[in-house]
């Protein structure tokens, strides 16, 4: 049985950093695609960055106002995926969730999702 469990959230000032944590049971981070998501109140889910399995390349896909900011990463040996958040600013506030499903690539739909992290950036 698949199973996300995010941590890390909280508040934080603009221009400040967070990491968040995703750990995985029930099947190995590096296997299939994984993707971070955020749903701000009011406003319908978005994808933030999404990674492929190790076994085609690991490629990442991050959306356009992240790149630069955000890194996503994988800790094998821990079972975790990572979302290293530097320079948030207010519109970055939302709940993040990060999600999985059995395949490779980042495209189409995840069925697998952890029950979110709220990230507060604010004075």
């Known amino acids: 049985q698949v199973q996300l469990v995010e941590s890390g959230g909280g508040l934080v000032q603009p221009g400040g950093s967070l990491r968040l944590s995703c750990a995985a049971s029930?099947?190995?981070?590096?296997?299939?695609?994984m993707g971070w998501f955020r749903q701000a109140p009011g406003k319908e889910r978005e994808g933030v960055v999404c990674?492929?399995?190790?076994?085609?390349?690991?490629?990442?896909y991050y959306k356009d106002s992240v790149k630069g900011r955000f890194t996503v990463s994988r800790d094998n040996a821990k079972n975790t995926l990572y979302l290293q958040m530097d320079s948030l600013r207010p519109e970055d506030t939302a709940v993040y969730h990060c999600?999985?499903?059995?395949?490779?690539?980042?495209?189409?739909?995840?069925?697998?999702w952890g029950q979110g992290a709220q990230v507060t950036v604010s004075s």
């Open positions: 990674i492929d399995s190790d076994s085609v390349g690991s490629k990442t």
């Open positions: 029930g099947f190995t981070v590096n296997r299939y695609a």
């Open positions: 999600a999985t499903k059995p395949s490779y690539y980042c495209s189409g739909e995840y069925d697998s």
